[in-house]
C-alpha cells in the first residue's frame, strides 16, 4: 500500500524558511516523479512543484519559482520542499503526492498524501 | 497557462439523482484530463485519468468523458459518500498542472 506521511509545517513569520519532508514508502520511490499541491485555507487546489524520478528535473508553479525549492533523496525514500522567503498568500495546506506519467510527459497526481499546514503569519 | 473553468460551483442533488459537472479548458489538452473527488479534511483521491478511465476501486457509478476543450464528470446515481467537492486537472505537459475551481455537491 502506498504511504506518504508529511511533516514538517508550523507557524512561520513572513519572510522566514520552512522545510517540509514527504516520507514515502510502499513503492520504488525512485521510479516515480513527485509533487507539491497546495491548499489554502477554505479555497481550492494549486499544483505548486514537481521532481522527475531521478532529481534531474524540477518545475514549479509562477508564484514559488526562485522562493522554493523541490529535491529528492532516493536513498532515503524522501521528498522535500525548501521554502524561503515565506508570504502569507504560501499559508496552506501542503500535500505531496506520487505521479503516475504516459511517455514522461503527462502526469497527473496519482496518490496524496494526508497534507501538513503552514502557516505564515507574525 | 491552460486555465481550467468548472461548472457548477456548487450542486444541490439529492441521492439517486444523475449530477454532471463540467470542465472547460482554455485550449486542447487532448485527453490529459483527471477528476479528484475531496471531502473536508481529507486529502483528494483520484477517480478517474485520461479523461474517461476509471481508477481501480471507484465506483461505476462514476464516469468521465470528453476531449479537446470540453469534459464530463458524471454519477449515475448520487450516493450519500459522494457529498464532497470534486475538482478537474489537466496535465497536459511535465512542467505545468492546473486544477479547476471546484464542484461542491450539496445535498438538496
Known amino acids: 500500500e502506498v504511504q506518504l506521511l508529511e511533516s514538517g509545517g508550523g507557524l512561520i513569520q513572513p519572510g522566514g524558511s520552512l522545510r517540509l519532508s514527504c516520507a514515502a514508502s510502499g513503492f520504488t520511490f525512485s521510479d516515480f516523479a513527485m509533487s507539491w499541491v497546495r491548499q489554502a485555507p477554505g479555497k481550492g487546489l494549486e499544483w505548486v512543484s514537481r521532481v522527475i524520478s531521478s532529481g534531474g528535473s524540477t518545475y514549479y508553479t509562477d508564484s514559488v519559482k526562485g522562493r522554493f525549492t523541490i529535491s529528492r533523496d532516493n536513498s532515503k525514500n524522501t521528498l522535500y520542499l525548501q521554502m524561503n522567503s515565506l508570504r502569507a498568500e504560501d499559508t496552506a495546506v501542503y500535500y505531496c503526492?506520487?505521479?503516475?506519467?504516459?511517455?514522461?510527459?503527462?502526469?497527473?497526481?496519482?496518490?496524496w498524501g494526508q497534507g501538513t499546514l503552514v502557516t505564515v503569519s507574525s | 497557462d491552460i486555465q481550467m473553468t468548472q461548472s457548477p460551483s456548487t450542486l444541490s442533488a439529492s441521492v439517486g439523482d444523475r449530477v454532471t459537472i463540467t470542465c472547460r479548458a482554455s485550449q486542447s489538452i487532448s485527453s490529459w484530463l483527471a477528476w479528484y473527488q475531496q471531502k473536508p479534511g481529507k486529502a483528494p483521491n483520484l477517480l478517474i485519468f485520461k479523461a474517461s478511465t476509471l481508477e481501480s476501486g471507484v465506483p461505476s457509478r462514476f464516469s468521465g468523458s470528453g476531449s479537446g476543450t470540453e469534459f464530463t464528470l458524471t454519477i449515475s446515481s448520487l450516493q450519500p459518500d459522494d457529498f464532497a467537492t470534486y475538482y478537474c486537472q489537466q496535465y497536459n505537459g511535465v512542467s505545468r498542472l492546473t486544477f479547476g475551481g471546484g464542484t461542491k455537491v450539496e445535498i438538496k
Open positions: 503526492a506520487q505521479d503516475r506519467c504516459w511517455g514522461g510527459s503527462n502526469c497527473y497526481n496519482n496518490n
